[in-house]
């Protein structure tokens, strides 16, 4: 029973992280810090991937998101900020409308998960090593992910395109 | 049915909370580059329930873990766009508040 009861205690520590750095990010009036609370949450979401015991995912996760986006999102806030800034409080009304849209939705949403009945199974889980996934990707057969594979492609392509062509300095 | 002892519904209620602190962040915040944040976090969770569907009801298939996957590649896209984009406003407004962007057709 013990590798359980360290399950359970390291998924708590995950969530509690996840929540935790979620509402500081959200809330918190200085930019940079709500960027370094986004990462805490992301790597967080990388330690929920390792429990699932998808490891290729988990490390997708840290590299792409905690390596890629959070240092992109680092660069445009260095780039357009002072570091001093302080955000205005936001608005009672607007704070009002938040709270009440989103905690409708976590109430429906908990009702209706926490009475469905999920049926989970015990069966074997399917080969998740690199070998398996580099072959299903670039498989047309059944199990195949080749077209998906492709578009993301080219979305990533036009998105290289797009991000230099709106970002260059127009010529006067 | 647990899965190393934890019960489906305690992912599921850790990635709803963090999609709803989502949608409120995406609702209160003003600036351009916070409600980027907001919409990384709902990603995010929708990623979690992907992964969780995927490992506890059809471990068997993939799907959910291709899905995920792809949805981190738009992710990585949509914020390298998004981060163009918001260069180009802060070059003509000067700061990047949401309220300004309506204006941008001119």
């Known amino acids: 029973m013990e590798p359980v009861l360290g399950n359970q205690v390291m998924f708590i520590i995950f969530s509690a992280m996840i929540i935790f750095f979620s509402i500081l990010t959200v809330t918190s009036r200085k930019i940079l810090r709500a960027a370094t609370y986004l990462l805490f949450v992301l790597l967080a979401t990388a330690g929920l991937y390792f ?95 080749v077209l998906p594979f492709e578009v993301i492609s080219i979305l990533l392509l036009a998105a290289i395109v797009a991000a230099i062509v709106i970002a260059k300095r127009k010529k006067v | 049915m647990l899965f190393q002892g934890i019960p489906i519904e305690f992912f599921l209620v850790t990635s709803t909370l963090m999609f709803f602190i989502g949608v409120y962040g995406f609702i209160t915040r003003e600036n351009i580059i916070t409600i980027l944040m907001s919409i990384e976090l709902i990603l995010n969770s929708t990623n979690i329930n992907f992964l969780v569907f995927n490992r506890y009801l059809f471990p068997g298939q993939l799907e959910g873990f291709f899905f995920s996957l792809f949805v981190i590649a738009v992710a990585a896209a949509e914020a390298a766009v998004a981060i163009a984009i918001i260069i180009n406003i802060y070059r003509r407004f000067k700061n990047i508040e949401v309220d300004n962007a309506s204006e941008m057709k001119h």
């Open chain 1, 51 to 145: 429990m699932l015991n998808y490891q290729f995912l988990a490390a997708v996760q840290i590299t792409l998101y905690a390596g890629g986006i959070v240092v992109l999102i680092i660069f445009s806030i260095l780039l357009t900020h002072h570091i001093e800034h302080k955000f205005d409080p936001v608005p009672l009304s607007k704070m009002i409308m938040g709270i009440v849209a989103s905690g409708f939705g976590v109430a429906i949403t908990l009702f209706t998960l926490l009475n469905y009945n999920f049926v989970t199974t015990t069966e074997a889980g399917a080969d998740v090593s690199m070998n398996a996934i580099g072959k299903a990707l670039l498989n047309y057969g059944e199990k195949g992910y």
